[in-house]
């Protein structure tokens, strides 16, 4: 049966809100052929639909299999095994790198949208290959020539994997705690220490954050004075370097997907970009691995509404398919809006990473189009950055909360079976959790959010949405009322919270809610502007967050940091 993988919301975005004509003639000279390139892409993501229907049907039933360590060998269960093999077969391990290392120099969009249908597909599968991607662009982007020709080929051919280590028991959130050390000696750099919780910590080779002997002392408690290491387990002489996996976690979910403790004993590794400002280069990493994680959220959240949807028309109660109870319906409604959503905003923000490589790509030649305007190019880059600084942690925090409760939702639609430990929602659910805690908490986007808020990012996003509503509002004119009104609340709401930081700490979550609701109803009523029928949907959402946005301003308003207070009352008792 045809699942659908590639299905007609992301067909939406790539055909309908995308400027590819602007796009690809930013990035290289010469004619473009739009409707090629897009049926390249169309081809792409339909193979890769094909190929997620048949890893999904055989991982279905081994979902619980747990990644194990054999001999310091990390051992993934066998559909893990076989769905990466798939995907390498076809030539899909990382299709955003240059083609110059056997890549396909594919825009963030289509990775988007591989790692949303991969992740529905094999939840596990996905951690591993959306760490391929990040890892091999942050080589290409910090690596010297000679790691470049070394490694990236071996990425893209799915020769070598990778895998991102900063954690350590006393760096979780805060990576200032990190102690890892990394060691100039001879102009060889050796790194010592331990990391935890590590995906795929098996792999080949190993991203490190470590912090540089050098500066150990006085850099400690901060992010300056790191560095980031490209540490192999093999040395390029084809002997073993000082990289060992000691101990494979076993999780509530993610049970394809390893999880490792990593210890470095002297191993020999290359610096990556600038001494000293190792976390910068993280950073790219971490910014790719949150956009996709957002991704894995939305995959996951996909996948667990259609399941409910299906059950919910098939399972008879009291004569009839308990989708007819009100309640059910309202469910599941909410269930396909939040995805909605969450989509929108994703999908979005790849859409202005691409345009910003594609305008920086342009800026970075010599050519010289009549059309273009290389001052106001420079301007659009920069406000591109700013806006993608700030929907980034926005995306990565909604994402993973909506994979969360729409999964919650999920089970509950299903009853009692979807309690079971079979039940295909329930691993959906157990997936989702992790979503919100890795790469960065939803506490840690959400303060992050606001952070970009203080510093304009707010007024950039809602001088484009106010641009954007006056083109829709002869068409419609309603849900472009209500978002006016909402963006008139979010203004007057925001700049005395923002004079108080434990209380704007305090509202972090609340006020990203009530930016996304803003920046998703534009998004979505633009949408309506290639499907009109979508309005019944972008009507709906902008009804309920409005109203909901209303509400955080008067809780706002209503308080201060003194509430703080309360709360160590309320605690202490
Ligand atoms: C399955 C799995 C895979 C992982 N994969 C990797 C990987 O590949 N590489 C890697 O390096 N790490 C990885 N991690 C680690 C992961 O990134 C961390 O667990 C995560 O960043 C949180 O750190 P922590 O667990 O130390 O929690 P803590 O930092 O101790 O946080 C605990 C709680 O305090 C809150 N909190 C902390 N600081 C703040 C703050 N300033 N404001 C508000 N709230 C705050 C958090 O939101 C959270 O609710 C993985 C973890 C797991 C479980």
Redesign the pocket.
Known sequence: MDQQFFHDDIRLFLERRVDWERYFRLRRPGPVNVEEELDTFRSILESLGQICEDIESDSRDHWHEEVRLEDGVVRVPAHIASGYAKLKEAGLVCIMLEPQYGGYGLPTLLNIAYLEMLSRANTSLMTILGLQAGAANDIQKYGSDELKQQYLPRFTSGEVQG?????EPGA???LGGISTRVTEQDGRFFVDGG?I????GGAEIHLVLARDAATFDQSKGTTNGLNLMLCPRTLPDGTKNGVSVSRVET?MG?HG?P?CAVEFDHAEAYLLGERGNGFRAMLDLMNAARIGVSAQGLGIAEGAYRQARTYAGERIQFGAPIIEQPLVKSMLTLMALDIQASRALLYHTATLIDQTEALEAYLASDRDEADFDRTELQAEVERNHQLVRFFTPLCKYYATEVASHVTRSAIQVHGGIGYMSESVVGHYHADSI?TT????????QA?FALREMAKGALFTALDQLRTDLETLSTDFPEPVGQLKNAINVLSETLPSLMEDPSYALLNAKRVSDMVISVIVGGELLLQCRSEPRRIELAAAYINRTTLELEMHAKRIKSGDASRLERYDKILSV
Do not use: P, V
């Not at 805690?437 to 840690?444: A, D, H, L, P, R």
């Open positions: 895998c991102m280590d900063l954690t979780g959130s805060d990391k919780f590590i995906t795929n999780k993610l997907s999880t992790i805690i890795y790469e960065g908490t939803s506490e840690i303060s």
